[in-house]
């Protein structure tokens, strides 16, 4: 499996991205897709998710209300749209795919395969 993230660049505060990420090889109908992200100094922490097979969204408390995870019909590509950006929003994205329990969707160590990273700065 292999992840190609896009989407970051430099953005002012209140603004909005959208990343996506494309998924390729074999991906199992229960994996999930997420996006986490890592701030400087910072360890790699969860951002959004989405099961694969039914859809179903889970968001860290910091992102809530402003991020919205989503795939396309074919589930191969996620995306995260990011409104309201805060500088605090700053940070490499990394999507990730894998096969988990529920209870570790927001566990990094849980996700076997990993997009490259894209950089979104959210200036002031």
């Known amino acids: 499996v292999q992840l190609q993230a896009s989407g970051g660049g430099l953005v002012q505060a209140g603004g909005s991205l959208r990343l996506s990420c494309v998924a390729s090889?074999?991906?199992?109908?229960?994996?999930?897709l997420a996006w986490f992200r890592q701030a400087p100094g910072k360890e790699r922490d969860f951002g959004a998710c989405?099961?694969?097979?039914?859809?179903?969204?889970y968001y860290a408390d910091a992102v809530k209300g402003r991020f919205t995870i989503s795939r396309d019909s074919a589930e191969n590509t996620v995306y995260l749209q990011m409104n309201s950006l805060k500088p605090e929003d700053t940070a490499v994205y990394y999507c990730a795919t894998g096969s988990m329990i529920l209870s570790s969707l927001r566990d990094y160590r849980a996700y076997t395969y990993w997009g490259q990273g894209t950089l979104v700065t959210v200036s002031s």
């Open positions: 989405i099961r694969r097979n039914n859809g179903v969204t």
């Open positions: 090889g074999r991906i199992g109908s229960t994996y999930v």
